[in-house]
């Protein structure tokens, strides 16, 4: 469980700027308690309706963020991650992936993660609508804090090669 009280602001230099907050693309509506919990460290940036956004639209909102909250609508391929550099993790709010080129996002340094506990949307009327939703929001957002802190996070299933060492190997010895 995140904890308003344990939420640091995460901040991201780039040559020659101050020091600003890390920008957070919402693709889609989520629970307005998800929105309030990242806003106490990211610059927040989320789409209000129930909408698909159109990709042009969503490129422009996402072209200088470090991290996305993704749905199953969205397709993030290696053209979007070319218009968006600065992208740092792809956190899915659902257990699939099929809409995530997660092999552009491993060479380019981005993390994916999902929130594999997810229960079916046809379970979700027996279980409360609003819990289940908001508990894979949550997920996702604190998948967001973990990478963007610098940790593994828990719902990652790439390992990014951002700041890794090139290993050399002669075969000699």
Request: glycine share 8%; proline share 5%; net charge positive.
């Amino acid at each position: 469980m995140i904890r308003m009280e344990n939420v640091v602001a995460v901040q991201m230099n780039q040559p020659g700027e101050g020091v600003r907050m890390a920008r957070v693309v919402i693709t889609h509506w989520v629970h307005p308690e998800v929105i309030d919990l990242l806003r106490g460290a990211f610059e927040v940036i989320a789409n209000p309706t129930r909408e698909t956004l159109p990709r042009k639209e969503l490129v422009s909102r996402a072209k200088e963020a470090q991290a996305m909250m993704v749905f199953m609508q969205d397709n993030i391929d290696e053209d979007f991650l070319r218009d968006c550099p600065d992208l740092r993790i792809v956190a899915g709010a659902s257990k699939g992936y099929d809409n995530i080129d997660v092999a552009a996002c491993t060479r380019r340094g981005v993390w994916v993660t999902v929130v594999p506990d997810r229960i079916s949307s046809t379970a979700e009327p027996r279980c409360g609508v609003r819990s289940v939703l908001a508990g894979s929001e949550l997920e996702a957002a604190a998948n967001i804090f973990e990478a963007l802190s610098g940790r593994t996070p828990k719902g990652a299933i790439n390992r990014p090669l951002r700041g890794r060492r090139k290993i050399r190997l002669d075969g000699t010895g």
